[in-house]
C-alpha cells in the first residue's frame, strides 16, 4: 500500500513539472512554425463550424504551448481567456467591449509578460477587437478592409511597419472570409492553403 501512495505522488509531481515546464527553445513572438500554426487555425475553425469545443479549446492551448512556448498550465490560462473573449463576442451583437476587452487584455498581458516583449496589451486586444467587429458590418468586412485592420494589430505586436505585415494579412482575411460565407461547408482546402500562406509570410515579415 505505501508502495502504491508513493509510486501515485511520484505521478503526480511529474504530472505537475510536466505542466509547469515551459517547452525548450526561445521565448521570442518572432520564433514560430508557420505550418504548424496555419494547422492548428485551420483545425480550429473547423471546429468551431462543427460545435466541437473541447477540440476547439484543445488547439488553442495547444497552439500557445507550441507558438509561445508557454508551460501547459499557463497555455491553459491564457487560453481560457480568449476562449471566454471569443465566446462572449459570439452572442453579442452590440455594446463589445465590456464583455470582451478585459478577457482580450488579460490574455495579451499573459503574452507580453511571459515573452518579455514590448507591446501594450491594451492596443493590441482593441485592435483585435476592431477587426472582429469589421468582419460582422456589410460594407466593412472586405478581405481588403479587414486585412488592413489585421495588419494594424500584428504591427503593434511584433513592433514591425504596418506595410510588412499587410499581405499576410490580407491572405489571412481572404481565409477568414472564405470561411464565414461558407460556413461548415466552407472550401476547407483553399482556406487553408491560404493561412499557410499567410502565416508564411508572416513569419518572413516579422524575422
Known amino acids: 500500500m505505501r508502495r502504491r501512495w508513493w509510486i501515485a505522488g511520484l505521478?503526480?509531481?511529474?504530472?505537475?513539472?510536466?505542466?509547469?515546464?515551459?517547452?525548450?527553445?526561445?521565448?521570442?513572438?518572432?520564433?514560430?512554425?508557420?505550418?504548424?500554426?496555419?494547422?492548428?487555425?485551420?483545425?480550429?475553425?473547423?471546429?468551431?463550424?462543427?460545435?466541437?469545443?473541447?477540440?476547439?479549446?484543445?488547439?488553442?492551448?495547444?497552439?500557445?504551448?507550441?507558438?509561445?512556448?508557454?508551460s501547459w498550465a499557463e497555455a491553459a490560462r491564457a487560453g481560457v481567456h480568449l476562449a471566454r473573449a471569443a465566446a462572449r463576442f459570439g452572442n453579442l451583437r452590440s455594446d463589445y467591449e465590456p464583455a470582451v476587452l478585459p478577457d482580450l487584455i488579460a490574455a495579451y498581458t499573459i503574452e507580453r509578460d511571459w515573452m518579455g516583449a514590448r507591446f501594450d496589451p491594451i492596443a493590441v486586444a482593441r485592435a483585435e477587437l476592431a477587426w472582429?467587429?469589421?468582419?460582422?458590418?456589410?460594407?466593412?468586412?472586405?478581405a481588403e478592409q479587414v486585412g488592413a485592420l489585421i495588419a494594424d494589430?500584428?504591427?503593434?505586436?511584433?513592433?514591425?511597419?504596418?506595410?510588412?505585415?499587410?499581405?499576410?494579412?490580407?491572405?489571412?482575411?481572404?481565409?477568414?472570409?472564405?470561411?464565414?460565407?461558407?460556413?461548415?461547408?466552407?472550401?476547407w482546402a483553399t482556406v487553408g492553403d491560404l493561412l499557410h500562406q499567410s502565416y508564411r509570410?508572416?513569419?518572413?515579415?516579422v524575422q
Open 132 to 142: 472582429w467587429i469589421a468582419r460582422r458590418i456589410p460594407g466593412q468586412n472586405s
Open 11 to 70: 505521478l503526480v509531481v511529474l504530472a505537475a513539472a510536466i505542466a509547469l515546464l515551459p517547452p525548450p527553445g526561445p521565448r521570442s513572438l518572432r520564433v514560430f512554425d508557420p505550418d504548424r500554426t496555419a494547422a492548428l487555425e485551420l483545425d480550429m475553425w473547423q471546429a468551431y463550424y462543427a460545435k466541437r469545443n473541447v477540440r476547439l479549446l484543445t488547439d488553442l492551448i495547444t497552439l500557445l504551448h507550441e507558438q509561445n512556448r508557454y
Open 153 to 187: 494589430e500584428n504591427a503593434l505586436l511584433y513592433d514591425v511597419a504596418r506595410d510588412r505585415v499587410l499581405e499576410a494579412s490580407t491572405l489571412r482575411a481572404r481565409a477568414g472570409k472564405l470561411r464565414d460565407d461558407g460556413g461548415e461547408q466552407a472550401d
Open 201 to 205: 509570410q508572416l513569419h518572413a515579415a
